[in-house]
């Protein structure tokens, strides 16, 4: 089959069932050619039968064994180690030199341009027709899975658990480009630890934002290796009544 436009374009707890989701599976409409399968925590290589870079074109260097066993037609998949692996993932494949690490990261192939033998290293990602997608990706989030994705096309759905807390404003950070001037992020502190927040902000909240001190609700995706919210957005402020 051939590559799709879309395509060509370019250690955590258990989670409990029933969790938030980033999305909600009810409102997505999708077409007969629409296929889901786990959302793979990783980082997106592209083979073209010689070269393996990122889904922004850069270079990945692999080792050559790994190489060796890619096949000759082009494929996309996610270079991923395991569930909850992702800054490991990264730390290894980002690398400008490959090391011993390599031997644990597979791809997992989602899109083929020809048939291939999968093996040790490359793997097909099951897919199948996106029918109670709240459950299947529920069921991934239960094993400590990121959760499901729907590929229909051009368009392209994650559903992933959307966890939040509470942090607190001890600063700001100034915009650019057309927030040049206004509020480009909340420096907050939340349990011992900084970090920024960028995502959600409305409008309004830039030109005025809330006092230093307020308390904000952020929702967030899981933690970093380092212990950071990964991908907080800004949900709302916390009123005192």
């Known amino acids: 089959m051939k590559l799709s436009e879309a395509t060509r374009r370019g250690p955590e707890k258990v989670r409990k069932q029933n969790v938030t989701l980033t999305m909600d599976p009810d409102r997505i409409s999708c077409t007969p050619r629409a296929l889901m399968s786990e959302k793979f925590d990783g980082i997106q290589g592209r083979w073209d039968g010689r070269t393996l870079t990122t889904r922004s074109g850069r270079l990945i260097v692999a080792p050559a064994d790994f190489l060796a ?79 499901a994705v729907i590929r229909d096309g051009l368009s392209f759905y994650k559903i992933k658990a959307l966890e939040d807390a509470e942090a607190r404003i001890v600063g700001y950070e100034g915009g650019k480009g057309r927030f040049s001037g206004l509020v480009g992020a909340f420096v907050v502190k939340s349990k011992g630890v900084t ?47």
Not at 100 to 129: H, I, N, T, Y
Not at 210 to 227: H, W
Request: include cysteine; charge should be positive; hydrophobic fraction near 40%.
């Open 69 to 147: 066993e890619l096949p000759a037609c082009a494929v996309v998949g996610e270079l991923w180690i395991g569930r909850g692996t992702f800054q490991d993932c990264q730390s290894v494949v980002l690398r400008s030199e490959p090391d011993s690490r390599w031997r644990d990261v597979r791809l997992m192939v989602f899109e083929s341009a020809g048939r291939f033998q999968p093996s040790k290293r490359v793997r097909l990602v099951q897919q199948c027709q996106p029918r109670g997608v709240r459950a299947f990706a529920e069921a991934i989030i239960a094993k400590r899975g990121e959760g």
């Open 195 to 241: 970090f920024k927040i960028g995502t959600g902000i409305p409008d309004d909240l830039r030109h005025q934002p809330p006092a230093l001190g307020a308390v904000i609700t952020f929702g967030f995706e899981g933690f970093t290796t380092g212990g950071k919210p990964r991908f907080p957005r800004f949900i709302r402020e916390r009123r005192v009544v």
